[in-house]
């Protein structure tokens, strides 16, 4: 197709603002050198910006503005929290063991949440593989057979991840402003000096129940590992068996084989997947023996 | 900026993509009503960083075509006497423009006006976003749940049905 062919399917996204910079000064580029196209072009611009130019077609009525003012003055106050709970929270903020890093910022509280779930990831197949599925457990919640769901149309490569990269950095920027809770992902295995025991993958965004959530893809001995994340206002996990473990109540459950751990932390819902099914304990020891969370591993060792 | 501030700043926006849907005064109006209640018992699930005029354009819409789904007829057209009356007192009690540039202004404004009413609903409402309420093709195309390519060719069409019936305006006009 000729340059002049494919021009005038590029007018409308150039008139809307739509071409990244390279496209639009190679447009820029023709239509100084073509008289044709650029005859086209001037037509559509025109008529565009009598359209645009013909706004407000309608203005709304004072008798609508004051009736829906009064909708708007019904509307409840958000709640705010008073200068006693915040000198409490501070306070317990401040005296808490789970903060190892000098600030106390609310991004540096997701972060030790996720340091947590990579903590997890590291020894869930030791966990998980003592299910069998006989254990009868609650109905399974609507974000676990999401995540689960997710998990396996990615698998089949339905779901391509969005950004590839092994950086934590840059997937965690990546996902800035295009979901709607920030979310930080760490260098757990670099900042601890350990060899890396799984690889990050990637990412993408994936809808759930009018909001986008956050999909993490591992890999872990060539397994493949999942990790959804959304606000805790938009779910919550449920079902499965519960396991308490440092303050956080952790679900497990297993769904078309493969294993979900599901629990929430400082505002955000997360649901970690895998199907390793071969038991790891012995070599979970081998590469956290010594570690300040041999305590916090053990935790969730099963009791013999 | 509070919510109920933030969000009287689209009413305008909202009453006439409203009209544009509706194409009747009195439904337009209750459709805005309906939407600013929705919206105010939906308010705490607005996310911190969502676009507060694509969240209310979205929610009208859904109730627009929820609607729909119930109305036997099709809904007719504007009450043009009552707006014309509108506008018309509007026009003569402005001091401060030259009243020639005015005119010709509300003539093209009418024009344009009538030439959307002739279209199809889903070329109206994809013209108006996009022209009129200069959404992104990505917002369009999450307040109307369709992919971003439909947007693109679905605007095309109707910006050259739009083209046709202004031009063909302008040759009556003449």
């Not at chain 1, 401040?94 to 991004?107: A, D, E, Q, V």
Request: net charge neutral.
């Amino acid at each position: 197709m000729s340059i002049c062919q494919q021009a005038p399917n590029q007018f409308q996204l150039y008139l809307d603002n739509e071409l990244d910079s390279q496209e639009k000064l190679q447009l820029e580029k023709h239509l100084q050198n073509c008289i044709s196209c650029k005859q086209i072009f001037d037509q559509q611009q025109y008529w565009l910006t009598q359209i645009r130019h013909s706004k407000p077609l309608y203005q709304a009525s004072a008798n609508l503005q004051s009736s829906i003012e009064k909708i708007l003055d019904d509307c409840p106050k958000p709640y705010q929290a008073s200068a006693k709970l915040h000198k409490n929270i501070d306070k317990l903020l401040s005296n808490s063991n789970l903060l190892t890093f000098p600030s106390k910022s609310s991004i540096q509280r997701l972060v030790v949440a996720v340091a947590a779930t990579v903590i997890i990831l590291l020894t869930s197949y030791t966990y998980l593989s003592s299910y069998n599925s006989s254990t009868s457990f609650d109905e399974h919640s609507e974000f676990a057979l999401m995540a689960v769901n997710t998990h396996i149309r990615h698998q089949k490569g339905k779901l391509p991840l969005e950004i590839k990269s092994d950086s934590a950095q840059d997937v965690s920027t990546w996902f800035l402003g295009k979901v709607s809770f920030s979310l930080t992902l760490p260098n757990y295995q670099e900042s601890s000096g350990q060899e890396k025991l799984y690889q990050l993958e990637g990412a993408r965004l994936v809808g759930f129940k009018n909001d986008y959530a956050a999909y993490i893809s591992y890999q872990m001995q060539q397994r493949p590992i999942s990790l959804i994340v959304t606000a805790n206002t938009v779910a919550l996990p449920d079902g499965g068996e519960k396991i308490i473990s440092k303050g956080l109540t952790f679900h497990c459950e297993v769904i078309d084989g493969l294993k979900v751990i599901s629990w929430t932390d400082h505002g955000l819902t997360y649901a970690l997947i895998s199907d390793l099914a071969e038991r790891g304990q012995q070599s979970c020891v081998v590469c956290h023996t010594g570690t300040k969370d041999k305590d916090f591993i053990d935790s969730l060792k099963i009791k013999s | 900026m509070d919510f109920r501030q933030a969000a009287l700043e689209h009413l305008d926006a909202l009453y006439g993509f409203a009209m544009v849907l509706t194409r009747n005064r009195t439904e337009a109006e209750d459709l805005v009503q309906e939407t600013y209640l929705r919206a105010m018992r939906a308010f705490g699930q607005l996310m911190p960083d969502s676009n507060l005029k694509s969240w209310l354009f979205t929610i009208m819409r859904n109730i627009w075509r929820n609607q729909l789904r119930h109305i036997r007829s099709r809904p007719h057209f504007v009450d043009i006497d009552s707006n014309k009356m509108d506008e018309l007192s509007d026009f003569l009690l402005d001091q401060h423009h030259d009243p020639y540039s005015l005119l010709v202004r509300k003539v093209e404004r009418e024009t344009v006006q009538a030439a959307i009413e002739q279209l199809p609903e889903h070329f109206r409402e994809i013209v108006v976003l996009r022209d009129l309420e200069n959404f992104s093709y990505q917002q369009i195309a999450t307040i109307l749940d369709c992919p971003a390519g439909t947007v693109m060719s679905r605007l095309a069409r109707a910006r050259a049905q739009l083209t046709l019936l202004l031009s063909q305006s302008l040759i009556t006009a003449q």
